[in-house]
């Protein structure tokens, strides 16, 4: 099965560097998307996945740097290309959207405007030209009457017309890759479902590859075809979608499935996973987990393990799976009990 | 879904006459400008200044420098003369309108050229912040340390007397002003997602510069700027005050009340004239700026 890889990320170190110290956001991150697939990155907050996806585009901030390893899209490394260059990648053929609809159109401009901006800057489309892609945009995502929405400004849209305004923008380039940085975070139920269904209709519609940040395992499952489960700035768990739901193998992952509520079971009392994430700037030294991991053993506390393949489709980082697990060799992680 | 549709049209029954963007806002703007009364006063006074300033000139029977009569100096206000005469006999009123003129030119020059070049520099200062931010915002520093006055009398000293030079003086010192309004509204626009939004879809520094981060920012550069012609114009008549703007002959208002103080005693009018039109200059433009924030504060909109 030979799938082209679009987009190939080796060992993708991101730091910020405050006054003293450097703070390690991404460490040593490596993953591949084959084209028209949907791969998850999936964490708590503080994980480093939206400063994965930054680093992707080359959008940190000031005190933020890309440190080493490589992201090549379609055999070019972003992390060498000239500003230049990666401008006219940025949403052309790698596009982003982002987690707050309503602050993610500039107020002052109408939503035709903008639409058109970015079509200006890539393909150098007029106003009329423009207007009317703009308007068979909006209606791709699902905007009723767009011929007057994109007339209005931002303020006179919803939380979920603005994402779709958004995701509207960012296709309308036709990229071959689009980041979601928690596209339905700030949206309510029935809204996240339209959204990631536009999402998924468009993907296949195109052939787009996708990136999904997200916490909620719900959107995963709807819409991830790999998964990379991201602790402490590290990939934990690397899995194709049914595997991770199906055999979760590391503590993580698993107390992640387990502090979602079920329906088909009758639970009581979610089990959260204990304690908080560690500050980047104060990593444990062995495994990132092991403080919150109920397995962790002496092991744990004093050396990080690596990311190992455990079985034909899924890559682990955890003592647990390897020789040297010095711990109950009985032990079983087990995911929620599947039922189906 | 249909929920939200619903809502769409219904509100699209409601206002089925669309105004184009910039008509809306425009017509939002002066809505909220129109219940301020004093600033729509100020407003209107502005207005007929500007008017005044550019057609009066053509209606008045004197010329401001030439038409000297020593038959009739230092005479109060008359049918002849409504506003007397000064020390060479000159028709007081046909100055003042023309020193107008001359008066709030030197206001509208030094805010915009400052203003300009203020603009600018907060921008690229917020921006990109870091050493870039450091040092600009240093010197500008430096700038607000001197008192405006003492700056501008410092820079005139270096250039020279002149109109043109108080002009250049005035605008150096609105600078730092403009800088640092500008400078903070930037750091508080650059970090919100629209920006990055613009970003990530491959717009350039310039761009998101000048087309996303300048409008969003327009308003305190706005008020700032009127309410800044109003200092222009008092340092400006200030400097000519202490002769080191325009020089005798010319009809500036601070001129001719510089050269009305020697007469204070015996002819006042000379003086008082152009000092209470440098005064209804300011109070329109301080009146006007205070409204003006008022109606562009985006915590005040309903």
């Known amino acids: 099965m030979s799938e082209e890889i679009i987009l190939d990320i080796k060992d993708l170190r991101t730091s910020f560097f405050t006054e003293d110290v450097e703070v390690k956001a991404v460490d040593g991150v490596s993953f591949k998307l084959p084209k028209g697939k949907t791969i998850g990155i999936v964490g708590e907050s503080g994980s480093g996945k939206s400063i994965t996806a930054l680093s992707i585009l080359r959008l940190l901030e000031h005190p933020g740097k890309i440190v080493g390893g490589e992201i090549n899209f379609k055999d070019k490394d972003l992390t060498k290309a000239s500003d230049r260059e990666i401008r006219d990648i940025r949403g052309n053929e790698i596009s982003m959207i982002f987690q707050e609809p309503m602050t993610s159109l500039n107020p002052v401009y109408t939503v035709g405007q903008q639409i058109r901006e970015t079509l200006k800057v890539h393909q150098g489309l007029g106003k009329e030209q423009g207007t009317k892609k703009g308007v068979e945009l909006l209606e791709l995502v699902g905007i009723p009457s767009p011929k007057k929405r994109i007339t209005q400004y931002p303020h006179e849209l919803s939380g979920g017309m603005r994402q779709r305004v958004m995701i509207a923008m960012a296709l309308a380039c036709n990229p071959e890759l689009l980041i979601a940085d928690e596209p339905t975070t700030a949206l309510d139920v029935t809204i996240q479902a339209q959204i990631l269904e536009i999402i998924n209709d468009l993907q296949d519609r195109f052939d787009m590859s996708v990136i999904m940040i997200t916490h909620d395992m719900g959107v995963v499952a709807e819409t991830c075809d790999y998964v990379a489960v991201m602790y402490g700035g590290k990939v934990v768990e690397y899995a194709d979608v049914k595997t991770i739901f199906k055999e979760p193998k590391h503590p993580y992952t698993v107390g992640l499935l387990n502090s979602i509520p079920r329906h088909d079971v009758d639970v009581d009392e979610l089990e959260p996973i204990r304690g908080n994430v560690p500050s980047p700037n104060d990593m444990p030294k062995g495994c990132r987990f092991a403080p919150r991991c109920p397995f962790a053993t002496d092991l744990c506390y004093e050396e990080l393990p690596s990311l190992d393949k455990v079985s034909d489709d899924n890559q682990v980082r955890c003592w647990i799976y390897s020789e040297r697990w010095d711990g109950d060799p009985e032990v079983k992680v087990n995911g929620p009990e599947r039922t189906s | ?302």
């Open chain 2, 1 to 302: 879904m249909n929920a939200e549709q619903a809502n769409n049209q219904s509100t699209e029954q409601k206002k089925k006459k669309v105004d184009s963007p910039f008509k809306r806002s425009a017509k939002d703007f002066y809505k909220k400008l129109k219940k301020n009364k004093s600033a729509l006063i100020g407003g209107y006074l502005i207005i007929a200044l500007i008017i005044i300033a550019i057609v009066g000139p053509f209606f008045t029977v004197y010329d401001p420098v030439h038409d000297t009569d020593y038959m009739v100096k230092l005479q109060g206000p008359s049918a002849e003369h409504w506003f007397g005469t000064d020390h060479h006999g000159r028709d007081v009123f046909t100055r003042v309108i023309h020193g107008l003129g001359i008066t709030l030119g030197i206001g509208f020059f030094a805010t915009i050229l400052g203003g300009i070049v203020g603009v600018l520099v907060g921008i690229i200062s917020g921006y990109y912040g870091g050493r870039v931010d450091s040092i600009i915002m240093r010197l500008m520093d430096v700038l607000l340390a001197f008192p405006g006055i003492l700056l501008a009398l410092a820079l005139i000293s270096i250039l020279g007397a002149s109109l043109q030079n108080v002009v250049i003086a005035v605008s150096i010192f609105a600078i730092p002003t403009f800088a640092r309004i500008v400078r903070g509204s930037t750091l508080a626009t650059k970090n919100l997602e629209y920006i990055d939004a613009m970003r990530a879809l491959g717009a350039s520094d310039a761009r998101i510069i000048f087309k996303h981060i300048f409008p969003n920012i327009l308003s305190p550069i706005i008020v700032q700027a009127s309410l800044f012609v109003a200092t222009a114009i008092l340092s400006a008549s200030g400097l000519s005050f202490l002769g080191l703007g325009a020089q005798p002959p010319s009809p500036e208002l601070g001129a001719i009340l510089s050269n009305g103080r020697d007469f204070m005693w015996d002819a006042g009018h000379i003086a008082l004239f152009p000092g209470l039109g440098i005064m209804i200059i300011l109070l329109a433009f301080n009146v006007f700026g205070d409204g003006l924030r008022d109606a562009l504060d985006p915590k005040m909109k309903k």
